[in-house]
C-alpha cells in the first residue's frame, strides 16, 4: 500500500523560514495538500494540488512537488503557526495522510 | 459556504457497532458537485482516512477498516452517515466528516470524541 512520510518534528525561531517535507513514491505524480492540525481543532487545509493556496490563507504558506517529495514552506514563521502539519495524497481512491510533522517555534 | 456537523454517542462499548451522523448544510449533499467522507484521530495519533461516499452512491474505504466500514447518504434529510462494527479501544478517536474539492478536504465538521469502553 502507499505511504507518506514525514519527519517527526520541525523547529524554527520567529521570522524564520519552516520546511516540511513529505515523501512517497513517484509522488510527484499525484497531487498534493497540506493540513495544519492545531489541538482541539479541527484541520485547516492551507496548501491544495500541490501548490495552491485556498482564500484565507496567507502567503507566506507555500508548496511544491517534485520527484518523490511534496514540500511545504512557511516564510517567515510567526507563532501561530505552530501546530501539526499532514501532508496528504489520493491513491487509487483511497486518501494517504502522512504521519505529521509538528512545528514548535522557539 | 457548506456547513457540516457530526453527531452521535460518545461512548460505545467494546465490539458494537459505531455510529455517527453529519448533518450537512448550505447545499445538496445529493448534488454531483460534492462527495463525502470521515476522518479520524485518535489520542495522541495522526489523520486516518476512514472512506468516502460519492453521489453515484459509490463508496471508497480505507482498506485497513473496509470490512467493518459502512458510508451512506440520506438524501431527504442532506446526512450521511458512518457505522463501524466490532469496535475496540483502538477505535476511540476524534471523528470528523469531510468533503472534498480538488482532492483536498477543505471542509470540516468540527468532530465529535467516540471513546470505545464497557
Known amino acids: 500500500s502507499y505511504e507518506l512520510t514525514q519527519p517527526p518534528s520541525v523547529s524554527v525561531s520567529p521570522g524564520q523560514t519552516a520546511s516540511f517535507t513529505c515523501s512517497g513514491d513517484?509522488?510527484?505524480?499525484?497531487?498534493a495538500c497540506w493540513y495544519q492540525k492545531r489541538p482541539g481543532q479541527s484541520p485547516l487545509l492551507v496548501i491544495y494540488q500541490d501548490y495552491k493556496r485556498p482564500s484565507g490563507i496567507p502567503e507566506r504558506f507555500s508548496g511544491s512537488n517534485s520527484g518523490n517529495t511534496a514540500t511545504l514552506t512557511i516564510g517567515g514563521t510567526q507563532a501561530v503557526d505552530e501546530a501539526e502539519y499532514y501532508c496528504q495524497a489520493w491513491d487509487n481512491n483511497t486518501v494517504i495522510f502522512g504521519g505529521g510533522t509538528q512545528l514548535t517555534v522557539l | 459556504q457548506l456547513h457540516l456537523q457530526e453527531s452521535g454517542p460518545g461512548l460505545v462499548k467494546p465490539s458494537e457497532t459505531l455510529s455517527l451522523t453529519c448533518t450537512v448544510s448550505?447545499?445538496?449533499?445529493?448534488?454531483?458537485?460534492?462527495?463525502w467522507g470521515w476522518v479520524r484521530q485518535p489520542p495522541g495519533k495522526g489523520l486516518e482516512w476512514i472512506g468516502s461516499?460519492?453521489?453515484?452512491?459509490?463508496?471508497y474505504h480505507n482498506p485497513s477498516l473496509k470490512s467493518r466500514v459502512t458510508i451512506s447518504v440520506d438524501t431527504s434529510k442532506n446526512q450521511f452517515f458512518l457505522k463501524m462494527s466490532s469496535v475496540t479501544a483502538a477505535d476511540t478517536a476524534v471523528y470528523y466528516c469531510?468533503?472534498?474539492?480538488?482532492?483536498?478536504?477543505?471542509?470540516w465538521g468540527q468532530g465529535t470524541m467516540v471513546t470505545v469502553s464497557a
Open positions: 513517484e509522488l510527484t505524480n499525484k497531487y
Open positions: 448550505g447545499g445538496s449533499i445529493s448534488s454531483s458537485a460534492y462527495y
Open positions: 461516499i460519492y453521489y453515484s452512491g459509490t463508496t
Open positions: 469531510v468533503t472534498p474539492h480538488d482532492q483536498a478536504f477543505d471542509i
